[in-house]
């Protein structure tokens, strides 16, 4: 009897195709692991039509079916579109919505074979870095049921952990996949921006927005992403590229490039004001030590490490929670308790709908970020705010380029260490901060994956990070495996 645990999805599939592995045994296993894990609050629904879908794919499978995903059982984030199955981005809001439409990457995964088995937690509109802010309660994390999950796929992070299943989708606006994936050991994929089409997503900043991988190991990591790439007709930004073959191809002596604003971050170098005394903390953190220690395992890799410089990564916070909630104030207005929303019981008035509805579906965190987003879009602070944040944007981006001109990588922390306890950060602005490493990549559209490596002082796992060029994705999954290894040792 195969190990399914310990299997990669390639080898399930082959089971499955060869008959000696049942889809419906292996959603029956995943449904009771589910169950007995359900304390940790990582899935918010099991699709009651899975087992059946199962079934008929057994049947279809004897009949000839081949797909890169038969029989695989997936768990998708709650804010990603299934046909006639409900989607709520954990919000009060959006409790009762069942999509009338898949998403594209829903299609893609079906085509293939897979059966989506039921949608994980997530924070509040995939706002938020602990999966403390959903509608549903928190998700524990998947080794330390005192600490966060990470966010804002927390749910699709521990549900791989876990093993609930044996694959996850999440969302990346900021890092929502890296970050979950740094605090419970596994692997995180943010494509580029324009990898992975955005149709049937529930939209947080569309400009950031990347549906990404949650997996336990790179070859995973890279079947899902390339199953779930390439271009869709109904999403514009999506990207004519064609998915590259050389995703099998091997890279050789990678080149990678180590910010030395990073190692000054890391430090904790001085900063001249409030948004940079986070720096400061940086210093006693225990992400430095693994940091330095990777850049000398790669050394003896003959992997070639550089310098680079990236002058304006510390002023990369502001800018993307400037950025991030005038995108989200401008998609949350659809919410309105008009359409297909929460509608207020006791509201007498075209107003009040509009007003209550609003006021009693959406969350605190929600209701900062809405608030945030029409202040810094505001007649009298949009070029304070806005407008330089989006200079600021472009000129992270040519930092970012011209630095992947002379590196084939470049190596950041995904987090500044273990998960923390949960309740630990009520204040949001030390929540936000949590994403300091992840959001460039949202910022300039770049890939990048966070590889777990190391524990910290309370035994727990974080990762390392690594940003490639524009559709690069392949050299990120070369690094991955060789990080994979040594994390290993
Ligand atoms: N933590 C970040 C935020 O709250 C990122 C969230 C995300 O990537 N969806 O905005």
Redesign the pocket.
């Known amino acids: 009897m195969i190990d399914i645990l310990n299997e990669s999805i390639e080898n399930l599939v082959s089971s499955i195709q060869s008959g000696s592995l049942k889809s419906v045994d292996l959603v029956d296993f995943y449904i009771d692991r589910i169950n007995k894990f359900k304390e940790y609050n990582a899935v918010i629904e099991i699709f009651d039509d899975a087992r059946d879908l199962a079934l008929e794919m057994d049947k279809k499978i004897a009949n000839g079916f081949k797909g890169k995903l038969a029989g695989i059982p997936i768990i998708i984030k709650d804010n990603i579109l299934y046909e006639n199955h409900k989607a709520s981005c954990a919000s009060k809001m959006l409790e009762n919505f069942v999509s009338p439409f898949n998403s594209t990457v829903v299609d893609k995964l079906l085509k293939e074979g897979a059966i989506i088995l039921g949608r994980a937690n997530m ?1 509040e509109f ?4 602990s999966t403390e802010t959903s509608f549903y309660g928190k998700t524990l994390n998947a080794l330390d049921k005192s600490r966060v999950p990470g ?3 927390g749910g699709s992070a521990v549900a791989v952990a876990l093993n609930l299943c044996p694959v996850a989708l999440g ?7 890296r ?1 979950p994936a740094s605090f419970n050991g596994i692997i995180g994929l943010k494509p580029s921006y324009g990898r992975v089409s955005r149709y049937g997503i529930v939209a ?2 569309s400009s950031l ?1 990347q549906v990404g991988v949650l997996a336990k190991n790179t070859d995973d990591t890279k079947l899902i992403f390339n199953i779930i790439s390439g271009h869709s007709e109904n999403d514009m930004t999506s990207s004519k590229n064609e998915v590259k073959d050389s995703l099998d191809s091997v890279v050789e002596n990678l080149k990678i490039g180590v910010p030395v604003e990073i190692k000054e971050m890391i430090k904790g170098m001085p900063c001249e004001n409030a948004f940079y005394s986070l720096i400061n903390q940086l210093k006693n953190l225990n992400c430095e030590n693994a940091f330095y220690s990777l850049i000398n395992q790669l050394k003896n890799l003959n992997c070639e490490i550089v310098d680079v410089s990236l002058p304006n990564i510390k002023l990369v916070l502001p800018t ?2 400037i950025i ?1 909630t005038a995108e989200a104030t401008s998609n949350l207005a659809r919410f309105d308790g008009v359409k297909y929303t929460y509608r207020s019981k006791d509201s007498k008035s075209l107003e009040e709908v509009y007003l209550k509805s609003r006021s009693e579906g959406f969350g605190e965190e929600v209701k900062r970020r809405i608030m945030l987003g029409n202040y810094v879009l505001s007649s009298g602070y949009y070029d304070a705010y806005y407008k330089k944040a989006k200079s600021l944007q472009n000129e992270l981006k040519n930092e970012f380029k011209s630095a992947l001109k002379n590196v084939d990588l470049i190596l950041l922390p995904t987090t500044k260490g273990e998960a923390y306890k949960l309740g630990e950060k009520t204040n949001p602005i030390d ?2 901060r ?2 300091i490493f ?2 460039s990549a ?1 910022i300039t559209s770049l890939p990048a994956i966070s590889v777990p490596y190391m524990k910290g002082e309370h035994n727990m796992p974080f990762g390392m990070q690594f940003i490639a060029n524009y559709f690069e994705e392949n050299k990120l999954f070369k690094i991955s495996e060789i990080v994979e290894k040594l994390a290993k040792n």
């Open positions: 924070d995939a706002m938020g870095s966010g804002s796929s969302t990346d606006t900021g890092g929502s996949v970050q947080y900043g927005d993307y929670y991030a929540s936000y949590e994403d992840t959001v949202n």
